[in-house]
């Protein structure tokens, strides 16, 4: 046992050592088979009233520390860096991975972040496209109106004046949500062990029988712009990479398509 303390001490000390440098506001995205992480990440671009720069980067974070040797917490970040080289805004793309691989990458990236000054801490802001199996309450879905999209934002640690100024803008889930979504539900439960200063923004796919991928896009556009205006960003629509893909039962059974 006294063996297994020191490890995890010497291991907790590199991992403070070693924090990640951030911008105080965080754009913290996963990334998803169906490639709305990605798009959104790819849409940013500093605004043209600013004197903002990129500064592009990647990270690979060793898990070991887990018991995980075949596996690296790694992802790519992006700064936005102003004249006097401080960071304003980082958007951090972490890769996806199964469980339980996926919660030890989450909590390494978010460790890595908070370091050892808990006092600056960053404020998170988490985008996620989600379907609307994955978010329940009772025995329903969340509820949207058909005519436009509906954004949900969760707020979990201290209040900021960004996570203030989004609860003003989003609708908020019911309090008998359940999440069944690994990545989101991963990701909440550390940020609130860690006592992060985050912003959740769920979009809610699925609710429309019909023109899916315009109901998603609109979804992505809409996230885009509540995240331009909290990081004083530009979400450029042109740039969205994301194309539409078929569902796993649509690509596996075709004709299902034709009952719904």
């Not at 793309?93 to 989450?106: F, K, T």
């Not at 000054?117 to 058909?146: E, H, M, Q, R, Y």
Request: charged share 25%; with cysteine; proline share 4%.
């Amino acid at each position: 046992m006294g063996l297994n303390l020191a490890k995890l001490g010497k291991f907790m000390k590199e991992r403070k050592e070693n924090a990640m440098k951030v911008a105080p506001k965080v754009v913290f995205l996963i990334r998803d088979t169906e490639g709305f992480a990605s798009a959104i990440s790819d849409a940013f671009l500093p605004n043209s009233s600013t004197s903002l720069r990129r500064l592009e980067d990647s990270f690979e974070l060793s898990l070991e520390g887990y018991g995980i040797r075949d596996h690296k917490a790694s992802g790519n970040i992006v700064h936005y860096v102003d004249d006097k080289g401080c960071y304003q805004v980082s958007v951090l793309l972490l890769q996806n991975y199964e469980p339980p691989v996926l919660a030890c990458a989450i909590n390494e990236v978010l460790a890595k972040i908070m370091g050892d000054k808990a006092s600056s801490t960053p404020t998170l802001l988490a985008p996620f496209v989600l379907a609307s199996s994955k978010l329940k309450w009772g025995s329903k879905s969340l509820s949207t109106n058909d005519r436009k999209v509906s954004v949900y934002g969760i707020q979990s640690g201290k209040e900021t004046d960004i996570t203030h100024g989004l609860i003003t803008i989003t609708e908020k889930p019911p309090s008998s949500l359940q999440i069944h979504h690994e990545s989101l539900a991963c990701f909440l439960h550390f940020v609130r062990v860690l006592k992060f200063p985050t912003y959740v923004l769920i979009g809610q796919r699925g609710q429309r029988s019909s023109d899916k991928s315009h109901e998603e896009l609109e979804i992505l556009y809409e996230i885009g712009k509540i995240l331009a205006d909290a990081t004083s960003l530009q979400f450029i629509t042109e740039r969205i990479t994301w194309n539409p893909t078929m569902t796993s039962r649509e690509n596996e059974k075709p004709w299902r398509a034709l009952y719904g």
